[in-house]
T-cell receptor, first 113, second 113 residues
Framework: KQEVTQIPAALSVPEGENLVLNCSFTDSAIYNLQWFRQDPGKGLTSLLLIQSSQREQTSGRLNASLDKSSGRSTLYIAASQPGDSATYLCAVNGGTSYGKLTFGQGTILTVHP | GAGVSQSPSNKVTEKGKDVELRCDPISGHTALYWYRQSLGQGLEFLIYFQGNSAPDKSGLPSDRFSAERTGGSVSTLTIQRTQQEDSAVYLC???????????FGEGSRLTVL
């Protein structure tokens, strides 16, 4: 059974710092991996989707990498801003759970001015 | 519409009553998913629909839960004889193809008294 772990569980940083959020998964036979952000009381917003054949994806200040063989992904946030404060979720799709995302518990990020 | 639409946004019901939650996916998306988010369990897969194929119901927690998707578009999640442990946020998502990038709605918060 796929298990997804996110570290750290919470992170509080001053504005302007570069951040790394970590995601690890136990079954490396994945189809893709998706990063989301969730604001309080809201749904999930897709940030980046990495296919299993890709090493990284970039969108603006966000960069996500994938090392499938070691079961790891990182989300890098450059020059953090207070508006980046949210919960960041990593979700893995594939293996015996094709079509069904397995989510980590999330990293709660607070960026203070 | 431009995004995934869910209704109602909030529903308070008494234990033992039936509830229906509605999801209107992004136009043209062939895959539709239901997830549940609760404090103790994080995000759990419930069911997905893909085109005309039989739905994957493997995540439904009990036979009190059912879902249908009419005309390949709108979906309804029905919970019969609600219990307090059914209290959660029910999130709907859609994707262009199964296992493509998922786009989530804002969710329906269910409270069972």
């Amino acid at each position: 059974k796929q298990e997804v772990t996110q570290i750290p569980a919470a992170l509080s940083v001053p504005e302007g710092e570069n951040l790394v959020l970590n995601c690890s998964f136990t079954d490396s036979a994945i189809y893709n991996l998706q990063w989301f952000r969730q604001d309080p009381g809201k749904g999930l917003t897709s940030l980046l989707l990495i296919q299993s054949s890709q090493r990284e994806q970039t969108s603006g200040r966000l960069n996500a990498s994938l090392d499938k063989s070691s079961g790891r992904s990182t989300l890098y946030i450059a020059a953090s801003q207070p508006g980046d404060s949210a919960t960041y979720l990593c979700a893995v799709n594939g293996g015996t759970s094709y079509g069904k995302l397995t989510f980590g518990q999330g990293t709660i990020l607070t960026v203070h001015p | 519409g431009a995004g995934v639409s869910q209704s109602p946004s909030n529903k308070v019901t008494e234990k033992g009553k039936d509830v229906e939650l509605r999801c209107d996916p992004i136009s043209g998306h062939t895959a539709l998913y239901w997830y549940r988010q609760s404090l103790g369990q994080g995000l759990e897969f419930l069911i997905y629909f893909q085109g005309n194929s039989a739905p994957d119901k493997s995540g439904l927690p009990s036979d009190r839960f059912s879902a249908e998707r009419t005309g390949g578009s709108v979906s309804t999640l029905t919970i019969q004889r609600t219990q307090q442990e059914d209290s959660a946020v029910y999130l709907c998502a859609s994707s262009l193809l199964l296992s493509g990038e998922l786009f989530f709605g804002e969710g329906s918060r269910l409270t069972v008294l």
